[in-house]
C-alpha cells in the first residue's frame, strides 16, 4: 500500500476522469481563482462530485454553505439543484464573493446562488430571523475556531432529515493533538466533540487522501 502523495494525486485523476470527464466549468473557476491570488482551498473533483451526489441523494432544494472562496464548491452542489434550487452562500472577504459571484454568472449558475457577504455569524443570525424554510443540506466549510458556533446555527437551520457536514476535519492528522495551540485544531476538535455528544445528531467521518492531501469531513444527519 503506497502513501506516497504523488500516488494519492494520481489515484484522483484516474477517477475523476473515469467517473467524469473533462470538466472545464470548474476548471475555468479555478484557473479564475488563481490569477486573482485566492488559497488554493478549493474542493477537489471527486469530493465535488460527492457533494452534489448528496444533494441529489436527498432531494435537496435549499442548501446553506458557509465559507464561499471563489465558488468551487457552491458550483458543484448549485449544479446537483433542481432548476427552482438554491444555495445560500456566506463569505466574510467582499473581493472573494464578487469573484465567486462572476465565477458563477460565467458558468450560468448565477440564478442558483445567493451569496451574503460579512462575518458568517452575523448572516447566520440574521437568518435565523426571516420567514424562509429551513435548510435541507449545510456545508461548514470556513474559518475553524468557528466551527462549535456554525453547528449551533445549523441546528437552528436545518430540517429534520437534513444534512450537515463539515470539511476540513483531519487537518493532516493535526486532529489528533489534543493539547494543539492552533486555534483550527481546537476549533475542530471541539465542533467533532460536539457532534458525537448531540442527541439530534447521527454522525460519522470520513478520511480523504487525494490532490488535496490528507483531510476528511463529518456527516451528519439531523434527527427526524
Same mark, same amino acid.
Given at each position: 500500500?503506497?502513501?506516497?502523495?504523488?500516488?494519492?494525486?494520481? +489515484?484522483?485523476?484516474?477517477?475523476?476522469?473515469?467517473?467524469?470527464?473533462?470538466? *472545464?466549468?470548474? =476548471?475555468?473557476? /479555478? /484557473?479564475?481563482?488563481?490569477?486573482?491570488?485566492?488559497?488554493?482551498?478549493? +474542493?477537489?473533483?471527486?469530493?465535488? #462530485?460527492?457533494? $452534489?451526489?448528496?444533494?441529489?441523494?436527498? &432531494?435537496?432544494? #435549499?442548501?446553506?454553505?458557509?465559507?464561499?472562496?471563489?465558488?468551487? $464548491? =457552491?458550483?458543484?452542489?448549485? !449544479?446537483?439543484?433542481? *432548476?427552482? &434550487?438554491?444555495? +445560500? $452562500?456566506? !463569505?466574510?472577504?467582499?473581493?472573494?464573493?464578487?469573484?465567486?459571484?462572476?465565477?458563477?454568472?460565467?458558468?450560468?449558475?448565477?440564478?442558483?446562488?445567493?451569496?451574503?457577504? &460579512?462575518?458568517?455569524?452575523?448572516?447566520?443570525?440574521?437568518?435565523?430571523?426571516?420567514? $424562509?424554510?429551513?435548510?435541507?443540506?449545510?456545508?461548514?466549510?470556513?474559518?475553524?475556531?468557528?466551527? *462549535?458556533?456554525?453547528?449551533?446555527? =445549523?441546528?437552528?437551520?436545518?430540517?429534520?432529515?437534513?444534512?450537515?457536514?463539515?470539511?476540513?476535519?483531519?487537518?493532516?492528522?493535526?486532529?489528533?493533538?489534543?493539547?494543539?495551540?492552533?486555534?483550527?485544531?481546537?476549533?475542530?476538535?471541539?465542533?467533532?466533540?460536539?457532534?458525537?455528544? !448531540?442527541? /439530534?445528531?447521527?454522525?460519522?467521518?470520513?478520511?480523504?487522501?487525494? !490532490?488535496?492531501?490528507?483531510?476528511?469531513?463529518?456527516?451528519?444527519?439531523?434527527?427526524?
Amino acid at each position: 500500500m503506497s502513501d506516497n502523495a504523488q500516488d494519492w494525486v494520481a +489515484v484522483d485523476a484516474y477517477f475523476a476522469e473515469a467517473l467524469m470527464g473533462a470538466d *472545464p466549468l470548474r =476548471a475555468g473557476i /479555478r /484557473r479564475a481563482n488563481a490569477a486573482a491570488g485566492l488559497p488554493p482551498h478549493d +474542493v477537489s473533483p471527486l469530493q465535488g #462530485r460527492f457533494l $452534489s451526489l448528496l444533494v441529489k441523494a436527498i &432531494g435537496a432544494r #435549499r442548501i446553506l454553505e458557509i465559507g464561499t472562496l471563489g465558488g468551487v $464548491s =457552491a458550483s458543484w452542489m448549485a !449544479e446537483a439543484l433542481p *432548476p427552482d &434550487g438554491r444555495v +445560500v $452562500s456566506l !463569505e466574510a472577504s467582499p473581493d472573494y464573493a464578487a469573484l465567486a459571484r462572476r465565477n458563477l454568472e460565467r458558468a450560468g449558475l448565477g440564478d442558483r446562488v445567493e451569496i451574503h457577504v &460579512g462575518p458568517a455569524l452575523d448572516t447566520l443570525a440574521r437568518l435565523a430571523k426571516e420567514d $424562509s424554510p429551513a435548510f435541507d443540506l449545510v456545508f461548514i466549510d470556513a474559518d475553524k475556531p468557528n466551527n *462549535p458556533a456554525y453547528l449551533d446555527w =445549523a441546528l437552528r437551520l436545518t430540517r429534520p432529515g437534513g444534512l450537515i457536514i463539515g470539511d476540513n476535519v483531519v487537518r493532516g492528522g493535526a486532529v489528533l493533538d489534543a493539547g494543539s495551540s492552533d486555534d483550527r485544531v481546537r476549533g475542530v476538535r471541539t465542533f467533532t466533540e460536539r457532534l458525537g455528544r !448531540e442527541p /439530534r445528531l447521527f454522525s460519522t467521518a470520513l478520511q480523504t487522501v487525494g !490532490e488535496k492531501g490528507w483531510d476528511g469531513m463529518t456527516l451528519s444527519i439531523v434527527a427526524p
